[in-house]
Each structure stands twice: as C-alpha cells, then as structure tokens.
T-cell receptor
Framework: DAKTTQPTSMDCAEGRAANLPCNHSTISGNEYVYWYRQIHSQGPQYIIHGLKNNETNEMASLIITEDRKSSTLILPHATLRDTAVYYCIDGSSNTGKLIFGQGTTLQVKP | NAGVTQTPKFRVLKTGQSMTLLCAQDMNHEYMYWYRQDPGMGLRLIHY???????AKGEVPDGYNVSRLKKQNFLLGLESAAPSQTSVYFC????????????FGPGTRLTVT
C-alpha cells in the first residue's frame, strides 16, 4: 500500500499557482519524495524529486517541510494541460520500486 | 528517439488464452518495469528488471511471467488469462542510478472475457 496520503481532488484557476499537498509521515531518513503526473490515458510522467531541500525545475517546485513529514508540489502558473492525476511517492532512491497511491486529480479551469 | 514503445496497444483475450506484451526502449536504460493500472487506481508493479538477463517480482507478480533477453526489450507473458487481469499495462524504463526517474510507454489496454 502507498505510504503517502493526498487529497482526492483539487481545482485550480488557469494561470494561478496550483499547490498540491502530500503527507508522508512515515518517511525514513534516506527516502526521497517523488512526484509524477498522469494525464488522462497516458503513461505517468516524472516531475521532480527531493530529499530534504526544496527543489525547482522547469516543470515545478517542491517544498519539503523541515521534519520531512509533508511536502507541497507547486505548479507556478497552471494551464489547462496541467489537468492530470498527481502522484506523490516516497521511497529509496535506487530500487525503482515506486508505489503509486490514488493521487490527487487536479482540474485546471478556465 | 522513440522512447518507450509497447505492442500491442489493445487486445481482447478469452479466459485461458495466452499472450505476450512487448516493451522496447531505445534509451539504453538498464532498468525496466511492468505495471498494471485498474480503473480509478494507481499503478501497481508486476515485475521489474535491473539488467539484461535479470528479473524480479514486484507487488503483484502472480499470473505473469517476464523475460529480459535483450537490454532494450522486456516481455510480459500471461500464460492463462483471467478476467481479473483485465487492466491497462504500462511499461517503464530508467537509468541505473536514477531509478526513480522512470519513462513510461503509452500503455496496452487488455480485456479478458
């Protein structure tokens, strides 16, 4: 079973920031937080990952709390194409064993 | 660069029939994975491989077999299909050392009647 908890669904207005929360209260010291998204009927797409520092790339920012028990994925300027299911996953960096929960369905509205 | 491709895209099987799903990647990735996704659910790992000639079980391996004879290909076999195996199957690959960054194929939609 997934070790992370996320809200089932969220809405966001186009052009605004989308902030997707995730709780990973049982994460251990050497486990990372990974974010993927899955646009309808497509394979999942890797977004970003982090250990304890905040991270940013061309797609998103990841803010991890100091106690590492939760994180937030930020899409700074959401577009309609960002409508997808977003998965937060915690795990060891190199096993490749990603355990996907049910994720958060983000609906970006015009 | 085609990335990760899957063959076929759709298939309908009768209970008890067998079939093989093919996954191919052209990124020279060491790791490859097979997942299944049931309606409204997240993905579940079936089997994975960390290199040519190696395979290992994931979360839900029962009823499936895999082979990795060539680095670029990962085959998923169903020997005797059951309705419970109706699902969308995704293949993925990743580099050794970046196993968390997996590249997924477009999926195969399998229906077992």
């Amino acid at each position: 079973d997934a070790k992370t908890t996320q809200p089932t669904s969220m809405d966001c207005a186009e052009g605004r920031a989308a902030n997707l929360p995730c709780n990973h209260s049982t994460i251990s010291g050497n486990e990372y937080v990974y974010w993927y998204r899955q646009i309808h009927s497509q394979g999942p797409q890797y977004i970003i990952h982090g250990l304890k520092n905040n991270e940013t790339n061309e797609m998103a920012s990841l803010i991890i709390t100091e106690d590492r028990k939760s994180s937030t994925l930020i899409l700074p300027h959401a577009t309609l194409r960002d409508t997808a299911v977003y998965y937060c996953i915690d795990g060891s960096s190199n096993t490749g064993k990603l355990i996907f929960g049910q994720g958060t369905t983000l609906q970006v509205k015009p | 660069n085609a990335g990760v491709t899957q063959t076929p895209k759709f298939r309908v099987l009768k209970t008890g029939q067998s079939m093989t799903l093919l996954c191919a990647q052209d990124m020279n990735h060491e790791y490859m994975y097979w997942y299944r996704q049931d309606p409204g659910m997240g993905l579940r790992l079936i089997h994975y491989s960390v290199g040519e000639g190696t395979t290992a079980k994931g979360e839900v391996p029962d009823g499936y077999n895999v082979s990795r004879l060539k680095k670029q290909n990962f085959l998923l076999g169903l020997e005797s299909a059951a309705p419970s195996q109706t699902s969308v199957y995704f293949c993925a690959s990743s580099l050794n050392g970046r196993a968390y960054e997996q590249y997924f194929g477009p999926g195969t939609r399998l229906t077992v009647t």
